[in-house]
């Protein structure tokens, strides 16, 4: 299985509410990420797990709040976001904390009202 | 901060014509990395060409580096529709994070 799957593919929500974004991968990496990408702009990193321990945070808001329960889940929770927060969130893993090859999945299309 | 700087910006091409998408970077590197974005979608791994290498080839994609100039290019001959994506290229290694160049977005008419 070389997939990485996210959930949900969309997801609309107003500035007070609570969601979560989730990523999965079966692939034994340990390593995994989270980008935010806008509209014609490259990805651009947010947050790296490695062996489940917050590695890197990109000076990102507070309002994003990442999570990563075990080895082949991340989970991105959302609160009090803003409609500048609109965007693609990209999660991605790697075998290590090498920086070669991600791997993509397909993204939630984020809108913030 | 972005590492990469694509050219062109955008591209079009008739298919079966050869595509041809530069990227020049500032710092050092250990390796370059070229993805592929379907749009709205997440990003496929294409081809990895280390420091030392000058040239790579992997099915229909060249890619070569050359690292005195900051340099690579990737070319994707006989193009298809299926092609049509955007592509960035990447930088990073060891303990740095990649980081993505602005991409090129790839149209080829049927």
Redesign the interface.
Known sequence: DTE?T?TPKHLVMGMTNKKSLKCEQHMGHRAMYWYKQKA????E?MF?YSYEKLS?N?SVPSRFSPECPNSSLLNLHLHALQPEDSA?Y?C?SSQR???????????T?LTVL | SQQGEEDPQALSIQEGENATMNCSYKTSINNLQWYRQNSGRGLVHLILIRSNEREKHSGRLRVTLDTSKKSSSLLITASRAADTASYFCATGGGNTPLVFGKGTRLSVIA
């Open positions: 990485v996210q014609k702009k490259p990805p990193l790296v890197i990109e693609l990209l991605a904390l090498g920086w070669n090859e991600q791997f993509f999945g397909p993204g299309r």
